[in-house]
């Protein structure tokens, strides 16, 4: 995430493109809504785990999916996120997740998912926020007044030898609400060392780069998430395909790019057989794909992309393949090369391909590996 490598993760505004002129969140959001039928609560609470939040639309739509399966039960989340802006959007959502399902606690840290699985916090800090009042727009009110918290415990800085974006200081915050507060009691922590260790639902989109290796790949996030996933729980393992019109355009303009080398499927099961000791017993696999959309267009009579589309849709193309600031440098975005992009988004179907790799775990007495 630093500039040797890549800095696609840290462009906001390419972010804020993809996610407004396309409708990939709300597609993951009912892709992961679906598979509730096969949820039951076997401990206290239906426990999710985030290992992204990113702006907070995936996980507050699943929210509203989860309170419909169980409208009276617990729910405990625990997002991770190191961006101050997507935490800021995120806490932006959730005024009426905490309104309409009263016994919820969601906890949002910056640790790494190996901490997260170890409960290894040193020098990590909590933080407790009780939300006061019976409104959405009470909760919203003091969720949208803690930018400063965020602000000030957020704060990221480069490690110079890896080029990752890591946390100054490590914290966890938990948020629930006051009047809830005997009721949830076992659920909220009151030590760092008391969030949940296993999960129910485990959500991983978009949670690693494309060009890793699939060595890297399983150490840094499968592994480690695996790792976290509760007896019947799921994990659900979200990424670009490269199976779609983005494919041929990034090969037009990127022709010694290959984005998608290290994103078979097959590849990760596979890998993940010959890391984990007896994982097709321990866990069941299934994968899937499933189509989102290029939204933003405004197009006339003609079916012309304005200037504007067309820079669009080039944002989107280019953050789906992950394509970083420093390789974009060869492009020159002008009028004509907008041009370009549109007579050949004429001839497309604008639509990006996922897959969608769901791990559900079975009683198998056995643990992984380290």
């Given amino acids: 995430m630093g500039a040797k490598k890549s800095d696609f993760f840290d462009s906001r505004d390419k972010y804020l493109s993809f996610v407004n002129s396309?409708?990939?969140?709300?597609?993951?959001?009912?892709?992961?809504?679906?598979?509730?039928?096969?949820?039951?609560?076997?401990?206290?609470?239906?426990?999710?785990f985030d290992a992204g939040t990113g702006d907070g639309s995936v996980i507050c739509t699943l929210l509203s999916a989860v309170h419909d399966k169980f409208p009276e039960d617990p729910i405990i989340v625990v997002g991770k996120e190191i961006s101050i802006d997507d935490i800021?959007?995120?806490?932006?959502?959730?005024?009426?997740?905490?309104?309409?399902?009263?016994?919820?606690?969601?906890?949002?840290?910056?640790?790494?998912?190996?901490e997260i699985n170890d409960n290894r916090f040193t020098d990590c800090k909590l933080i407790k926020k009780e939300l006061v009042g019976n409104s959405s727009f009470s909760f919203n009110q003091q969720l949208m007044n803690m930018g400063e918290v965020i602000r000030k415990n957020w704060d990221i800085k480069e490690d110079t030898s890896s080029t990752i974006l890591r946390p100054r200081q490590k914290t966890l915050m938990v948020i629930y609400r006051r009047d809830q507060k005997i009721a949830l009691k076992h659920l909220i922590p009151?030590?760092?060392?008391?969030?949940?260790?296993?999960?129910?639902?485990?959500?991983?989109?978009?949670?690693?780069?494309?060009?890793?290796?699939?060595?890297?790949?399983?150490?840094?996030?499968?592994?480690?998430?695996?790792?976290?996933?509760?007896?019947?729980?799921q994990l659900f393992f979200i990424y670009s395909s490269g199976n779609d019109f983005s494919k041929k355009l990034l090969k037009l303009f990127f022709p010694k790019i290959n984005p998608y080398q290290f994103s078979d499927p097959k590849k990760f099961v596979e890998s993940l057989n010959k890391k984990i000791p007896h994982f097709r017993k321990k866990f069941k696999v299934s994968a899937s794909s499933f189509l989102f959309s290029f939204i933003n267009l405004s197009l006339s009579s003609k079916k012309k992309f304005s200037p504007m589309n067309s820079l669009g849709l080039w944002n989107a193309i280019t953050y789906v393949g992950q394509i970083s600031e420093n390789e974009q440098k060869s492009i020159k975005i002008s009028?004509?090369?907008?041009?370009?992009?549109?007579?050949?988004?004429?001839?497309?179907?604008?639509?990006?391909?996922?897959?969608?790799?769901?791990?559900?775990?079975?009683?198998?007495?056995?643990?992984?590996?380290?």
């Fill in 88 to 114: 800021n959007s995120l806490l932006n959502y959730l005024g009426y997740r905490f309104f309409e399902h009263k016994n919820l606690v969601f906890c949002i840290t910056n640790a790494s998912y190996r």
């Fill in 190 to 233: 009151s030590k760092l060392e008391s969030i949940p260790k296993f999960y129910d639902y485990i959500i991983a989109s978009q949670a690693f780069r494309l060009r890793s290796p699939y060595d890297r790949t399983l150490k840094l996030v499968l592994i480690p998430l695996l790792k976290m996933l509760d007896v019947k729980g």
């Fill in 335 to 370: 009028i004509n090369f907008l041009d370009k992009i549109s007579n050949s988004a004429k001839k497309l179907k604008l639509q990006f391909s996922d897959h969608l790799l769901r791990f559900e775990k079975n009683n198998f007495k056995s643990h992984l590996d380290e």
């Fill in 22 to 48: 396309t409708n990939e969140k709300s597609r993951i959001a009912f892709q992961l809504a679906k598979y509730l039928k096969n949820s039951k609560i076997t401990k206290d609470a239906f426990r999710i």
